[in-house]
């Protein structure tokens, strides 16, 4: 309804996705207008140079409940910053473009079902978790990686890196303007915020699918991530996740 507050923003950063775009607006648009509650949908353009603005402007033009924000410059973190910056729901959706975790799984994250928390993530381990055509490697890189994740920045969450994350609209505001970091760990620079914040996270799993397409390369991205792992620890120590008076 015209004037309400959604009950939900998903947000999903976007780069050079015309290839997916199409299917996932489509499941997306499909998904939304089977529920009773206001959702609205926030594609992030993270200065693609394809097709992928106009793919959104078109389906914005036929769902008045999808939006296109341009982020020319940024990664993957700060259009994600820059979708929680516009999102009005009361509760905030990071989604990726490939629906690896999908769109129908959100009603887990969302009262009845899931209530008493600040920030949900998706998760592939907890129990009732199932990963569907994942190589043996990247699932054994991926638990090496969260072992780090565990030994310096987030104890006791068993998965930071799956791609479906929920938070309160007012945990979201508390937390994102402390980010620094706009590669891929922004997501682990979140959790530890929110963790250091005092706020609540809890995993809940999901059916997770994996995409032959990813744009993550196993051992650059790797390494990367493992770099900004240590640039949280520094910024800690420096204490730019302190709360301003």
Known sequence: ???????????????????????????????????????????????????????????????????????????????????????????????????????????????????DYDVAIASREVEGAKRVNEPYYRHMMGRVYNLLVRLLIVPGIQDTQCGFKVLRHEVARDVFPHQTIDGWGFDVEMLFIAQRL???????????????????????????MVRDLLQVRRNARLGLYDHKE
């Open 1 to 115: 309804m015209e004037g309400t507050q959604p009950l939900v923003s998903v947000i999903i950063p976007a780069w050079n996705e015309e290839g997916r775009m199409s299917a996932s607006l489509r499941r997306v648009a499909a998904f939304v207008q089977d529920q009773s509650y206001p959702i609205e949908v926030i594609v992030v353009d993270d200065g693609s140079e394809d097709a992928t603005p106009a793919i959104v402007e078109g389906f914005a033009q036929k769902h008045p409940f999808i939006n296109l924000i341009r982020n020319p410059h940024g990664r993957k973190g700060a259009a994600v910053r820059a979708g929680i910056a516009r999102g009005q729901g009361q509760y905030l959706v990071i989604c990726d473009t490939d629906l690896s975790v999908p769109i129908e799984e959100l009603p887990k994250f969302l009262p009845p079902a899931l209530d």
């Open 198 to 224: 005092g706020y609540r996270i809890v995993e809940v799993p999901v059916v997770w699918y994996y995409g032959a397409e990813s744009k993550v390369s196993p051992i650059k991205d790797t390494l990367r």
